[in-house]
């Protein structure tokens, strides 16, 4: 499968953006689906994940309450909406599939990545 991220960009601190990852090549309708996001210098970090049919999600304890992650699997895309901006979110953003229904906060349990796309919070 192979998995697309859109919608980055730049945006002013306290704004918002929506990412999408698109699933091309099969589905992932049945897998967990993470975001991650790499900084420059920093190691890549989970944002937080969504189970197979959408209804548990988990995340990092630095997007609590500002990010959301959603799914439709009719159309094999994720969604990660973002609010509340702060320059500290500034990085690429990755979604990946899990291996299975469920996913955790490592990279490790993720087997197929998209490319990622750069989100920049201007102060």
């Known amino acids: 499968v192979q998995l697309q991220a859109s919608g980055g960009g730049l945006v002013q601190a306290g704004g918002s953006l929506r990412l999408s990852c698109a699933a091309s090549g099969r589905t992932f309708s049945n897998n967990a689906v993470g975001w991650f996001r790499q900084a420059p210098g920093k190691e890549r970090e989970s944002v937080g994940v969504?189970?197979?049919?959408?209804?548990?999600?988990l995340y990092a304890d630095s997007v609590e309450g500002r990010f959301t992650i959603s799914r439709k699997n009719a159309e094999n895309t994720v969604y990660l909406q973002m609010n509340s901006l702060k320059p500290e979110d500034t990085a690429v953003y990755y979604c990946a599939s899990a291996r299975g229904p469920y996913g955790g906060m490592s990279v490790s349990g993720y087997i197929y990545w998209g490319q990622g796309t750069l989100v920049t919070v201007s102060s």
């Open positions: 969504i189970s197979w049919k959408g209804a548990s999600t």
